[in-house]
């Protein structure tokens, strides 16, 4: 998902869905020194620049340029926050740096989460909190379903999946962090999207780009191009029905370098 508009989304995702409860729920505080790998157009960077306040400091990295310029144009003014580009799994940063290192949206995107997660506690100091927020199941829960939307699932998802991309990363994070080591390791689930009725104007117009950036990929594993459309016209067609409910989760984990 690359493109301005795609850095705008991540602001409004940010405006409707702030990210502050979950931050304090897992420990950043005031003065703490604290990471945000992958910091998109910067929304989330902002709540830590708020919480660690002036006495603390945050960096932000992306390994993309263009999310760097738009976290840079949120942050202005905030000298306790400086920006590097680099990418997960091999940062290149310091390690035992961070009393907090958050990671929100990217593991969903590596096809080697594990060796990623560990990039992220060799980051942070011994005592230091790891925390990763992630999808699970998105978009997947709807009533009542739509046959068109049923039938066409099973292809949607093998063909998200065979790009790397992980819808159910949410539920292997718990396992992925005792796997690399880290201790304490809590479980937090929260509403992402809660749907009851016809979804708003901002919920549509994300999922229409979805399809459209997702076309590449789907259009041949569905065979035709009508295809894929008719399976992405039925499913906005749920998310608009003022009589269904759908709803997706966030699951924020976090544990602590030994
Ligand atoms: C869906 S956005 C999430 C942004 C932000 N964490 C948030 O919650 O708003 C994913 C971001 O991760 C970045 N990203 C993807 N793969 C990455 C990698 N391997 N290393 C660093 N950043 C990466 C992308 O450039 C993008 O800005």
């Given at each position: ?45 902002l709540a830590?620049a708020d919480l ?207």
């Amino acid at each position: 998902m690359e493109g301005q508009a795609e850095g705008h989304r991540l602001l409004a995702q940010e405006a409707a869905n702030p990210s502050a409860a979950r931050l304090r729920l897992t420990g950043l505080k005031e003065g703490h020194h604290a990471a945000d790998i992958g910091c998109g157009a910067g929304a989330v960077t902002l709540a830590m620049a708020d919480l660690v306040g002036p006495g603390g400091a945050v960096v932000a990295v992306d390994q993309s340029d263009e999310r760097l310029v738009l976290a840079q144009d949120q942050l202005r003014g905030a000298a306790h926050v400086t920006f590097a580009r680099a990418s997960l799994p091999n940062t290149g940063l310091p390690g035992e740096t961070f009393d907090y290192v958050w990671c929100q949206f990217v593991l969903e995107y590596l096809r080697t989460p594990a060796v990623a997660l560990a990039e992220l506690q060799r980051l942070a100091k011994p005592g230091g909190r790891v925390v990763v927020s992630e999808i699970d199941g998105f978009g997947l829960a709807c009533w009542p379903e739509s046959p068109v939307v049923e039938a066409g699932k099973p292809i949607f998802l093998r063909a998200l999946a065979s790009t790397g991309f992980d819808l159910f990363i949410g539920r292997k994070l718990y396992g992925l962090f005792r796997e690399v080591g880290l201790s304490d390791v809590r479980v937090h689930l929260s509403p992402f999207h809660v749907t009851a009725g016809s979804a708003d104007e901002q919920l549509l117009a994300d999922w229409r780009t979805r399809f459209d950036t997702l076309a590449p990929v789907m259009v041949p594993a569905f065979g035709q191009e009508a295809a894929y459309r008719d399976f992405a016209r039925a499913y906005l067609e749920v998310l608009a029905d003022p009589q269904a409910f759908k709803y997706s989760v966030i699951l924020t984990v976090e544990g602590t370098r030994r």
